[in-house]
């Protein structure tokens, strides 16, 4: 009975896709204005594609945002080394941007198509992957269905289900179930997630580690760094980066707090969604602060309290600014964010307690003393104004994070053994094919 109800439910949602399907244009236009979707590209949700489909063997590698991409990255070069061609899809703009910045023209880019059958098919019908393989939670059933009806195989790697979506789909263990035996491969980031994939019905499921804890330390234009360290000079900073909304309010009472013990504090600022940076700079005035704004070229004064990196790409510059993060989405919000690239950089990571889809590298950072966590913006100025007059506990934090990284390192090897079964017969045809011209 459950099955039959699985089945029922899925062909539902695939006809209630097909009916939606002629009426979403307005839902994409109206993300287009908000800057959500890139306008003159908003032909590829619909499954368009805006590029040719090269010979030879492909696979269709889908990242959603840009943690993921980011993640993602060495998976792709590994993978452009044994000459596959690779189409990689994002759900976002800033995700686009990061993928161009640090693959180039190496890969082909496309929005990933709306899950939605007729979007589907044609993206599906257009770069006939040979292999699919989706980051981390991307489990969205119109798309697994229409692969596993072409037969092509797909691996979920460096896969994770927040507590959230767990106790969801336990809900609906039977549709799960439907859903996931069409998945070829399962390679979890942890233990925990490993048994909750198994739990809903995945097989096989194996365990890599974190991605994250393998990707190389965030770019930085040294000539702009340099120029910044100099209008800094010897002030003493603090940033709170990856925010979202309510967090940079209390990154601004820090500031505030700490401002009589520390005059010449400099507090930076790096929102999750960097459109929001008109709201914030407007809160920074409302509160007698002075903001320059990275976006505007705005030079950090003596007098400037916060500086506001608004620009996409460059958390490797703001990082280097500074040896104390507060990583967001983790006191006002939910979720976390990835602690991994401050820690690598030699920086004390402070975090709220909500931070249960990074649970495992907090974890293994708080465990080693590279991380703390605070409760709200009174503990967190308390734990910022500790670490800015204690240097020694400072560093002795900084070291253990770039420790704890190096440690959490390995899970691409394992990654890409496990691939092997389905990537060595596309290396194969590669070969064959470059061997006979280039022919499919």
Request: include cysteine.
């Amino acid at each position: 009975m459950s099955e039959r109800w699985a089945r029922a439910m899925l062909a539902a949602y695939r006809w209630a896709g097909a009916s939606v399907y002629p009426v979403i244009g307005g839902y994409v236009a109206w993300r287009a204005s908000k800057g959500k979707e890139e306008h003159s590209r908003r032909r590829e949700r619909y499954g368009r594609a805006g590029q040719p489909r090269p010979a030879g063997p492909l696979i269709w590698m889908h990242a959603a945002s840009v943690g993921e991409t980011i993640a993602v990255v060495p998976l792709i070069e590994q993978l452009l080394g044994s000459g596959i061609n690779i189409v990689l899809t994002t759900g976002t703009v800033t995700s686009a941007q990061v993928a161009h910045e640090r693959l180039g023209t190496r890969i082909i880019h496309q929005y990933v198509p709306l899950d939605l059958k007729p979007a589907v098919s044609r993206f599906l019908d257009h770069w006939s992957p040979d292999l699919a393989i989706m980051a981390e939670s991307e489990i969205w059933p119109m798309t697994i269905l229409e692969l596993g009806a072409r037969r092509v195989p797909q691996v979920l790697v460096n896969g994770r289900l927040s507590d959230r979506s767990f106790a969801s789909w336990s809900k609906r263990s039977y549709l799960a179930e439907a859903l996931f035996e069409n998945l070829a491969h399962v390679i979890a980031q942890s233990e925990t997630d490993a048994e909750r994939f198994r739990h809903l019905g995945a097989r096989p499921v194996t365990v890599s580690g974190n991605l994250k804890g393998d990707t190389v330390e965030p770019p930085v234009n040294a000539a702009e760094l340099a120029r910044l360290k100099s209008e800094i000079g010897r002030r003493r900073t603090w940033a709170a980066i990856s925010t979202h909304d309510g967090e940079e309010a209390a990154a601004l009472d820090v500031h505030r707090l700490l401002r009589p013990r520390h005059p010449d504090l400099l507090t930076i600022i790096v929102p999750r969604h960097p459109e929001r940076a008109d709201d914030i700079a407007a809160a920074c005035a409302a509160a007698g602060l002075s903001v320059a704004r990275r976006s505007a070229g705005d030079r950090i004064a003596p007098g400037t309290d916060i500086f506001l990196g608004d620009t996409i790409g460059e958390m490797g510059l703001y990082l280097r600014l500074t040896e104390i993060a507060f990583v967001g989405r983790s006191l006002t919000a939910k979720g976390g964010q990835n602690p991994l690239e401050p820690a690598m950089l030699d920086t004390a990571v402070l975090s709220g307690r909500n931070v249960q889809n990074f649970r495992d590298a907090y974890q293994k950072l708080a465990a080693s003393g590279a991380a703390r966590f605070v409760r709200d913006k009174e503990t967190l100025a308390g734990a910022v104004n500790y670490l800015l007059t204690n240097d020694a506990e400072r560093h002795k934090m900084m070291e253990a994070g770039r420790r704890t990284v190096d440690g959490m390192r390995g899970a691409l090897t394992r990654t890409l053994h496990t691939l092997e079964p389905y990537v060595n017969p596309l290396i194969v045809q590669a070969r064959l094919d470059a061997s006979a011209g280039g022919k499919r």
